[in-house]
T-cell receptor, first 115, second 111 residues
Framework: NAGVTQTPKFRILKIGQSMTLQCTQD?????MYWYRQDPGMGLKLIYYSVGAGITDKGEVPNGYNVSRSTTEDFPLRLELAAPSQTSVYFCASSYSRALSTGELFFGEGSRLTVL | KNEVEQSPQNLTAQEGEFITINCSYS?????LHWLQQHPGGGIVSLFMLSSGKKKHGRLIATINIQEKHSSLHITASHPRDSAVYIC?????????????FGQGTRLTINP
């Protein structure tokens, strides 16, 4: 199993450009998450999904969009890139139920710089 | 006040020392995760626990639900243990499991 695969690993964007961070998992996990990690700060949840066709906002959703058309894929879209979106982005997945949770698996991270 | 607090924020020790990293949380939880982030940036799950103690090799994680406190211990520390260690509290919000992360503890083990 490849686990959680994120692409690209690095990207530089100009202000106002758009891009999509791709995330794929091959573990048949129902939960998928997108986090951002800023220097000296804890991971912040951007969006999450509890299954195909279901997504919901996290703590810091502004400026981002997601979709979950399949169990495997959970892309994160930045529509109009802003310098405040310069960060390291992590996709993660787990198999979780309402009263129990599974181990988290993370992608390797995507370092995004907006100039 | 953050919902999940870790201490210390930075820890430097000599190879072979016994290491303790603490995590306190203020939210009700269904599980507590310990994660390791290597200098290269990747994050791996070390433990997920909801009660008692778990051990994996030289790593031990404990949790006290009543006191809302968890500890990660490393015995016979080694330079390859140098990393950022992150605790995350998992609770149920609106029917879904959500995580709140601590800010991490940067551990440096000198040879």
């Amino acid at each position: 199993n490849a686990g959680v695969t994120q692409t690209p690993k690095f990207r530089i964007l100009k202000i106002g450009q758009s891009m999509t961070l791709q995330c794929t998992q091959d573990m048949n996990h129902n939960y998928m998450y997108w986090y951002r990690q800023d220097p000296g700060m804890g991971l912040k949840l951007i969006y999450y999904s509890v299954g195909a066709g279901i997504t919901d906002k996290g703590e810091v959703p502004n400026g981002y969009n997601v979709s979950r058309s399949t169990t495997e894929d959970f892309p994160l879209r930045l529509e109009l890139a802003a310098p405040s979106q310069t960060s390291v982005y992590f996709c993660a997945s787990s198999y979780s139920r309402a009263l129990s949770t599974g181990e988290l698996f993370f992608g390797e991270g995507s370092r995004l710089t907006v100039l | 006040k953050n919902e999940v607090e870790q201490s210390p924020q930075n820890l430097t020790a000599q190879e072979g020392e016994f290491i303790t990293i603490n995590c306190s949380y203020s939210v009700g939880i269904s599980a507590l995760h310990w994660l390791q982030q290597h200098p290269g940036g990747g994050i791996v799950s070390l433990f997920m626990l909801s009660s008692g103690k778990k051990k994996h090799g030289r790593l031990i994680a404990t949790i006290n639900i009543q006191e809302k406190h968890s500890s990660l211990h490393i015995t016979a520390s080694h330079p390859r243990d140098s990393a950022v260690y992150i605790c995350a509290a998992q609770g149920q919000v609106q029917g879904a499991q959500k995580l709140v992360f601590g800010q991490g503890t940067r551990l440096t083990i000198n040879p």
